[in-house]
């Protein structure tokens, strides 16, 4: 068997210029991303996902009053002082996993919100070419089987290309969604035949969805360079994608654990709840306390 080699994909990109509006007015001065799964903030699981693939640097691309998205990251000497100075080592770890090392996070503007598209193609620069990762802060998974990026990456050493994660929605939603046209829909991996945005469902071509994780190419950025409004008035990535694909492989990976919907208030308290079950530190209370309300 002859094993190719894949560039490896050492970049991670973080559309983080949204406004947030759906959760005011708790996002009134916090950006959405700021927001704790548990016990961390959104961007900081979406960053250790990363991590865990493999990432070694970050690019955010952000928008007015998303400073302290990057602050998060940084090392803040003053606490690290008071907590070294009362002993408080598990703090001090805990506290560490934020601190992102030195260069390793990049930051680039998106002027205006004109679409997810138009966000991935403002990090251009930052990823130069080299295939990259893209996460979309809103959808947070949970898997017994590694980070989703991480099985993602498994996939794309074997197939290079352009890898989407997958997850199957009630037909009735499709027009949520990217929707995925795939070669053989009973394999948790499989070619991309098709791509389409937010389709009703009477024209979807499968109930497979774009769950919010990807590798992708470089070449994407050409595309996006022109690529006009689509669904919705705004210049989607799922358009540029499918473009490509006349000219790239594409994969899809159906994810193997679960996804939440960070970015709705019933989706985001559901992975509240999930996260803190299989949390060791909360899971068993927190079966306790919930045994309370049903
Ligand atoms: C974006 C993508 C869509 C994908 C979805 C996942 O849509 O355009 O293809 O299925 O994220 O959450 P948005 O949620 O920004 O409308």
Redesign the pocket.
């Known amino acids: 068997m002859t094993i190719t080699k894949h560039k490896p994909v050492k970049k991670a990109v973080f559309p983080v210029a949204g406004l947030g509006t759906r959760f005011l007015p708790a996002t009134k001065v916090m950006p959405k991303e700021m927001l704790p799964l548990v016990d961390r903030p959104l961007i900081q699981r979406a960053v250790e996902e990363a991590q865990e693939a493999g990432i070694e640097e970050f690019i955010f691309v952000t928008g007015r009053n998303k400073s302290l998205i990057t602050e998060h990251f940084e090392l803040q000497p003053e606490m690290v002082e008071a907590l070294t100075n009362k002993n408080k080592t598990d703090l001090l770890e805990r506290l560490s996993h934020s601190d992102l090392p030195s260069g390793t996070l990049m930051t680039t503007v998106q002027q205006k919100a004109l679409g997810?598209g138009h966000a991935v193609w403002c990090a251009r620069k930052l990823v130069g070419d080299e295939p990259f990762a893209l996460f979309?802060v809103?959808?947070m998974t949970l898997s017994n089987q590694g980070g989703c990026m991480k099985q993602m990456i498994d996939v794309y050493s074997k197939t290079g290309g352009n890898v989407i994660a997958a997850a199957e929605v009630p037909n009735e939603v499709t027009y949520?969604?990217?929707?995925l046209d795939v070669e053989s829909p009973s394999n948790a991996v499989s070619p991309i035949k098709a791509m389409v945005?937010?389709p009703k469902p009477e024209d979807a071509p499968s109930n497979l969805?774009?769950?919010?994780r990807y590798i992708l190419q470089p070449e994407i950025f050409d595309i996006l360079e022109g690529q006009k409004q689509g669904a919705?008035g705004e210049i989607?990535?799922?358009d540029a994608m499918q473009t490509l694909l006349k000219s790239q492989d594409f994969t899809s990976m159906t994810l193997n654990g679960k996804h939440y919907?960070c970015?709705h208030h019933i989706g985001f308290i559901e992975a509240n709840i999930a996260f803190a079950l299989q949390d060791p530190k909360f899971g068993p209370e927190m079966r306790e306390i919930l045994k309370n309300y049903l």
Request: glycine share 20%; charged share 25%.
């Open positions: 997810l979309l809103d959808v949520k969604y990217g929707i945005e937010k969805s774009i769950l919010g919705g989607q990535l799922t919907d970015g």
